[in-house]
């Protein structure tokens, strides 16, 4: 079992920044690859970015290409989204996710319950 613990969301202007971060805890966090997708009202959700185990393979969606950047920190058991240039259609719920295997589709193992981000003048 892994545990995944997001924060750092919240109400911002167009333009602006936010870094949203996830905590794991349970088994050994560099056996997973991590992955950040997003829910939007009425949308399904959307893969937004992948780290691989060592952080030497990402992925990330088109729409936010050049604007996030996932990382993370095996040592800290922590991965990150830093977003930046935040447009309103990035409005969403943000989960973190994890898994075994390298996969840019949103079946992954094991889920956080979410973290609000709000892009609205």
């Known amino acids: 079992q892994v545990q995944l613990v997001e924060s750092g969301g919240g109400l911002v202007q167009p333009g602006g920044s936010l870094r949203l971060s996830c905590a794991a805890s349970?088994?050994?966090?560099?056996?997973?690859?991590m992955g950040w997708f997003r829910q939007a009202p009425g949308k399904e959700r959307e893969t937004v970015a992948v780290?691989?185990?060592?952080?030497?393979?990402?992925y990330y969606a088109d729409s936010v290409k050049g604007r996030f950047t996932i990382s993370r920190d095996n040592a800290k058991r922590m991965v990150y989204l830093q977003m930046n240039s935040l447009k309103p259609e990035d409005t969403a719920v943000y989960y973190c996710?994890?898994?075994?295997?390298?996969?840019?589709?949103?079946?992954?193992?094991?889920w956080g319950q979410g973290t609000q981000v709000t892009v609205s003048s």
């Open positions: 349970g088994r050994t966090f560099s056996n997973y690859v």
């Open positions: 996710a994890a898994d075994t295997d390298y996969r840019l589709g949103s079946d992954y193992d094991y």
């Open positions: 780290i691989s185990w060592s952080a030497g393979r990402t």
